[in-house]
């Protein structure tokens, strides 16, 4: 399904001020980890945010989502804070571990060998 234009400015805006978000957080939120938003996914209504994080280290990837996900909501202040005259309503943000880092070094593994 095509994304309209008006949703990929809106998903570049929020892909650009949760990463300055996570890059200037407190160590709370990222708990040592450097944090990547590689994606932004936003529903056609602007109201669900779909964001895709790629974490170095990578190990405890599905424990550190559960931690994210009791921050959303400090998260989504903040981004509301930075949005708040070019968005009507800060839109919900759903967390998701990016992978594709580690999928992609694994394939280039297995064709090594």
């Known amino acids: 399904m095509m994304e309209s234009t008006r949703q990929n400015k809106v998903a570049r805006l929020l892909q650009k001020d949760l990463s300055d978000i996570f890059q200037k957080a407190d160590r709370e939120i990222t708990q040592g980890r450097m944090v990547t938003v590689t994606t932004v996914r936003i529903s056609p209504d602007l109201s669900v945010a779909k964001v895709y994080l790629s974490l170095f280290p990578s190990g ?3 424990a550190f989502k559960t931690h994210l996900q009791s921050h959303v909501k400090s998260i989504r202040l903040e981004l509301g804070r ?3 005259n070019q968005l009507r309503i800060v839109p919900e943000l759903v967390f998701y571990i990016d992978d594709s880092l580690e999928y992609a070094a694994r394939i280039d593994e297995l ?3």
Do not use: D, H, M, T
Request: hydrophobic share 35%.
């Open 111 to 113: 064709l090594k060998s």
């Open 60 to 62: 405890e990837a599905p």
């Open 82 to 84: 930075r949005v708040r």
